[in-house]
C-alpha cells in the first residue's frame, strides 16, 4: 500500500468526494498543546495576537505530531473581539496558557442595543489582520503539497457570543426577528472574513458553529438561525470548508451536511450511524474523544480507539474537539501514525 | 377554585409565560394559600414536565430557560412570604470551577433542585478553588456539586477535590460533578461521590442521599 496523493491533494479530494489513496490525517480543529509550546517557544496567550508566533506554533504542530495540515488560529472568539466583545486574555490559573481567551464582556447588554455593535473591516480591525498574516506566514512556510487550513466561527454562534448565549437562547424564542437581524450582521463579518482567509493562502476553511448543537437549539431552530447563515458562507468562497459543531448532533448530520462539503462531529456521536446517515456525499471528519483517550489515555488506547474510528468509516481522521492543551505529544503521534498506517484499508478493504 | 389555580400556574411555567406566573403567585399569597403549597403544587410540578420535555428532546435549551425565567418569578414572590431559611431537604453548594465561564448546566441543576426543596448557595462561575474550600468550611453545605464544560478546566476540579483533602473537609461533604467532558470515570479518578448526566441525574441522587 502506498501512498499516490500529496496531503493537499487528498484532502481536497477528499472534500471533493473523490476517490483517495487513503484517509485524510489534516487536523481541523486548533493544534495548540503546551508541549508543542515549550518545544516551538510560541506560548498562549501571546500566541493569539501574534501572526509569527500563531504561525510557528501551528507549524510544531505538522513538524512534530505530523498533521497533514496547519492550522489556525487557536481561539474562537476572533470575530466576536473585532464586533465588539472584550476577551479575557490571561484567564485561569495559568494566565491564559491552557484557556482560550474566553469573553468577558459581551458588546450587547440589552435587547436590540446594536450601539456597540461593529462593522470590521477584517484587513483592518481587531486580530483579523493578524490571523491573515499568520495564513501567509505558512503558505512560505510549508511546502505547497501541505494544506493551510484556518477557521471562521459560524454566524449563530458569534452572534451567541455578542449577546451571551443565555440571553441570546431566550432572545430566540421571545424575539425572533431581532436575533435574526443580529445574525445577519454576523453572516457579512464572517464571510468577509473568510473571503479575506482565502486571499491570503487558506486552502480549507473550517466554519465552527459551536452554540448552533442540538444540546442547546432545536434542529429546527437549526434550521431557521443557524444553517442557511453558515451555508453562506461555503456559497461565498472558492475552497471548500467542513463544517465543526460539537455535542451530541444525531439529529442534526443530515442538516450539517447541508451546510458543508465536509462535516465534523463529536465522540458522542457515533461515525458508523453518522457515515451511513449522511452518505458518500459528504465527507465525515471525526472523532477521536479528546478527554478519555488522548488526554488521559495510553498510547494503546489511542491507537484502538484510531483503527476502530477508521473502520468505522471516517473520511479524515481528527479528534472530536479542539485539542486540551495538556495532551502529551506521544498520544497525538499515535493517532497520526496508526490513522498513516492503517487509513489504506478503506480502500483495499 | 385554587386547584384550577394550581393547575395555570404550572400551565404558565411550562409555557414559559413570566407575566402570568407572576401574577397567579401575587393571587395565590392574596388568597391566603400557603406558599410552601403553592410551590409543590403550582411549581414543581411544571418543572418536573418541563425537565422531561427536555429529557424527551421536545424542549430545548431556549424553551428550558423560559420555563425557569416564569418559575423564578413565581419563586421569588412565594419567597418573600416564606418562613424564613429553613434548610429546606439539604443544603448544596454550586458553581463552575475555576477557568470556565460556562454556567448553563450548572444554572440547570440549581434550579431543579430548588424547585424541589433544596436551599442552593450559587457561587457562580470562574470560582477560585480557595472560595469553595472557604465556603464549605464557613456555611457546612451537605453538598457540593462542581461543573465545567471545558476539558482543560478539568483539571481545575481535580485540584479542588485534592484541596478538601489537604483541608480535612473531603468527609465533611458529598461532591458530585458534572458538565460536557466529565464521566464516571473521571470522578472516581479524582476521589468525587457522584457524576450526574443531567439535572435530573443530580435531583435523584442528592434526595437518596439525604434520606439515607
Redesign the interface.
Known amino acids: 500500500m502506498k501512498e499516490t496523493m500529496s496531503a493537499k491533494e487528498r484532502l481536497l479530494a477528499t472534500l471533493a468526494h473523490q476517490t483517495v489513496d487513503r484517509i485524510a490525517v489534516a487536523q481541523p480543529l486548533h493544534t495548540g498543546t503546551i508541549e508543542l509550546m515549550k518545544s516551538s517557544g510560541a506560548y498562549w496567550p501571546e500566541v493569539h495576537s501574534n501572526a509569527e508566533l500563531m504561525a510557528t506554533l501551528s507549524y510544531e504542530a505538522h513538524r512534530i505530531i505530523g498533521f497533514e495540515s496547519v492550522r489556525v488560529p487557536f481561539d474562537i472568539n476572533i470575530e466576536a473581539e473585532a464586533m465588539g466583545c472584550t476577551l479575557e486574555y490571561h484567564?485561569?490559573?495559568n494566565k491564559g496558557l491552557?484557556?482560550q481567551p474566553?469573553?468577558k464582556d459581551p458588546a450587547i447588554s440589552e435587547a436590540g442595543d446594536f450601539s456597540r455593535v461593529m462593522d470590521p473591516d477584517p484587513y483592518k480591525d481587531g486580530r483579523m489582520p493578524v490571523v491573515l498574516e499568520a495564513i501567509k506566514l505558512l503558505k512560505k512556510k510549508v511546502a505547497d503539497t501541505i494544506p493551510v487550513i484556518s477557521m471562521v466561527v459560524g454566524p449563530f454562534m458569534v452572534a451567541a457570543q455578542l449577546r451571551g448565549?443565555?440571553a441570546f437562547?431566550?432572545e430566540?424564542?421571545?424575539k425572533p426577528a431581532l436575533a435574526l437581524e443580529l445574525i445577519e450582521k454576523c453572516r457579512k463579518v464572517c464571510v468577509r472574513y473568510a473571503q479575506a482567509q482565502v486571499e491570503a493562502g487558506a486552502d480549507v476553511v473550517v466554519i465552527v458553529d459551536a452554540s448552533a448543537s442540538?444540546?442547546?437549539?432545536?434542529p429546527t431552530?437549526f434550521d431557521e438561525f443557524a444553517k442557511p447563515f453558515s451555508r453562506s458562507i461555503t456559497d461565498s468562497i472558492s475552497v471548500p470548508t467542513i463544517l465543526h459543531i460539537?455535542?451530541k448532533n444525531d439529529?442534526l448530520l443530515t442538516r450539517m451536511a447541508e451546510v458543508a462539503p465536509g462535516i465534523s462531529i463529536d465522540s458522542m456521536v457515533d461515525m458508523a450511524y453518522a457515515k451511513q446517515t449522511v452518505g458518500k456525499n459528504t465527507a465525515m471528519f471525526g472523532n477521536i474523544n479528546?478527554?478519555?483517550v488522548l488526554?488521559?489515555g495510553e498510547p494503546a488506547d489511542v491507537e484502538k480507539a484510531v483503527i476502530e474510528c477508521i473502520e468505522k468509516g471516517t473520511d479524515g481522521l481528527t479528534t472530536c474537539?479542539g485539542i486540551?492543551?495538556?495532551t502529551p505529544t506521544i498520544n497525538l503521534q499515535t493517532m497520526v501514525q496508526t490513522a498513516k498506517k492503517h487509513g489504506f484499508k478503506k480502500v483495499y478493504a | 377554585m385554587t386547584e384550577k389555580m394550581f393547575e395555570e400556574l404550572n400551565h404558565a411555567i411550562v409555557v414559559g409565560d413570566i407575566d402570568e406566573a407572576g401574577r397567579l403567585a401575587t393571587l395565590g399569597l392574596a388568597e391566603n394559600i400557603d406558599p410552601l403549597t403553592i410551590t409543590e403544587k403550582g411549581l414543581i410540578p411544571a418543572m418536573a414536565i418541563v425537565s422531561e420535555k427536555y429529557d424527551k428532546k421536545e424542549y430545548y435549551l431556549p424553551q428550558m430557560l423560559l420555563s425557569s425565567e416564569a418559575f423564578y418569578e413565581a419563586f421569588n414572590i412565594l419567597k418573600t412570604k416564606m418562613k424564613v431559611e429553613s434548610k429546606g431537604r439539604g443544603k448544596v453548594l454550586i458553581g463552575v470551577v475555576e477557568g470556565d465561564v460556562h454556567d448553563i448546566g450548572k444554572n440547570l441543576v440549581k434550579i431543579v433542585l430548588e424547585a424541589n426543596g433544596f436551599v442552593c448557595i450559587d457561587m457562580g462561575r470562574d470560582v477560585p478553588i480557595e472560595d469553595y474550600l472557604q465556603k464549605v468550611a464557613e456555611d457546612k453545605p451537605d453538598f457540593l456539586m462542581l461543573s465545567t464544560l471545558m476539558t482543560p478546566t478539568m483539571m481545575s476540579m481535580r485540584r479542588t477535590l485534592e484541596g478538601l483533602v489537604e483541608e480535612g473537609l473531603r468527609d465533611k461533604v458529598k461532591v458530585a460533578v458534572g458538565g460536557g467532558p466529565i464521566s464516571w470515570d473521571f470522578c472516581k479518578k479524582i476521589g468525587a461521590d457522584f457524576y450526574g448526566d443531567n439535572e435530573k441525574d443530580a435531583l435523584k441522587w442528592a434526595v437518596s442521599e439525604v434520606k439515607k
Open positions: 484567564s485561569g490559573r491552557d484557556i474566553p469573553v448565549v443565555e437562547m431566550r430566540i424564542m421571545r442540538c444540546d442547546l437549539i432545536s431552530q460539537c455535542g439529529l479528546v478527554n478519555g488526554l488521559f474537539c486540551p492543551p495538556q
